[in-house]
């Protein structure tokens, strides 16, 4: 059996922030298991109430998870934070944010009307890496989606990761380019 009091859970096997996690854990010494879809069998793996979870954008369901263990991101957290349609629901009125709408007709009615230069048109509320995003500056790019949230062109972008006890770190998104 495999005893360990640290696993990394994550959502795919490889990314570049799930590097720089995992090396930081290497440079430190620090003994984890790295789980992922896919992954080794999960029967093998013993829980202790030392054991801890950081989950790095796992949001499947967790009930494999045992209760006495401390999980930073609980799966269903990270769910509900993934899916785009949840998460703007529950920022709306607590922070700055672009015009957004579920309605096309609206949409198409502010590009004509310029008073929208662009939207990103939404497909798919839980695509990851740019999966179901399509920006719209005509009416004739519009495509029919679920949410539609204005376009906003940025040089940089930032992620603010908080967990359920209060603490945050700072993440800027880089791209292959």
Partial sequence: MNQCPLILLSYKHKSRALRKIRN?????GVVYTHLYPGAADLEGLLFEKKTKIFNWGYGHEDGWIPGDVLVCN????VAQ???KLQMVGQLIGKCPMPHLTQNYLQAKATLISKQIKAWVCRTQLEGKDGQGIVVARTPEELVPAPLYIEYVPCEREFRVHVT??????VTEKKWDT
Avoid at 24 to 28: M, P
Avoid at 164 to 169: A, K, L, M, N, V
């Fill in 24 to 28: 930081e854990l290497d440079r430190l």
């Fill in 74 to 77: 609980r799966p269903v957290n």
């Fill in 81 to 83: 934070s993934v899916n």
């Fill in 164 to 169: 359920g006890y209060g603490d945050s770190f």
